[in-house]
Every structure is written in structure tokens, then in C-alpha cells.
């Protein structure tokens, strides 16, 4: 089992910066990623990151924030930076690992971003 412990969000002003942080606590985790979810609406991609360091981000985000893993602290960091009101939502970290042929996925319990205008 593994488990994702989120940290680093809070209140900001739009334009300022903040750091996600999401603590894995198992091991032979492949990518990991970070989703955000506001109220009445589907959770969606932010960005996400392979073992290898591969990056992809959601078009919203691009040139603004970045994902970043440190995989001998099994941690996956998320730098926000020229927020804007409409990145306000609860942010989830995921990841996956494979175990054989059978891929399973798990969440950390959110972590919430207000920015304010």
C-alpha cells in the first residue's frame, strides 16, 4: 500500500508563488502527478511526471508551473508560480506503480489553493 501526504497549500495573492509537496511512503512508484478538482467541476490533469523525469502539463499551467520529483525522497513537488484566481481548487497528488501486469494508482487526500484577486 501507499500512501501520499500533501503539504504547501494555502492563501495567496494572484500573481504570487506557492510549493506543493506530496510524500510517498512505498517504493517502485512510475509516474507520479499532480490533479486539481474546484467545486462543480471534473478533476483535471495539472502536470505529471515519469520516473525518468519526463514532464507534461496541462495547457492552463505551461510556463507557469513546475513538477519536479526527487525519487530518493519518493517526493513529487509542484512550483506555482503568477497564480491566478481561476488556479484556486483542492490539489491531489497521484501515483502509480505497477505490480506484474496490474497497475494501481493512489491518492493523497488534497490539499487546498484560495488565490485571491
Known amino acids: 500500500q501507499v500512501q501520499l501526504v500533501e503539504s504547501g497549500g494555502g492563501l495567496v495573492q494572484a500573481g504570487g508563488s506557492l510549493r506543493l509537496s506530496c510524500a510517498a511512503s512505498?517504493?517502485?512508484?512510475?509516474?507520479m502527478a499532480w490533479y486539481r478538482q474546484a467545486p462543480g467541476n471534473q478533476r483535471e490533469l495539472v502536470a505529471s511526471i515519469t520516473s525518468g523525469g519526463v514532464t507534461s502539463y496541462a495547457d492552463s499551467v505551461k510556463g507557469r508551473f513546475t513538477i519536479s520529483r526527487d525519487n530518493a525522497k519518493n517526493t513529487v513537488y509542484l512550483q506555482m508560480n503568477s497564480l491566478k484566481p481561476e488556479d484556486a481548487s483542492v490539489y491531489y497528488c497521484?501515483?502509480?506503480?505497477?505490480?506484474?501486469?496490474?497497475?494501481?494508482?493512489?491518492w493523497g487526500q488534497g490539499t487546498q489553493v484560495t488565490v485571491s484577486s
Open positions: 497521484s501515483a502509480m506503480r505497477w505490480l506484474g501486469p496490474q497497475k494501481y494508482t493512489y
Open positions: 512505498g517504493s517502485s512508484l512510475s509516474a
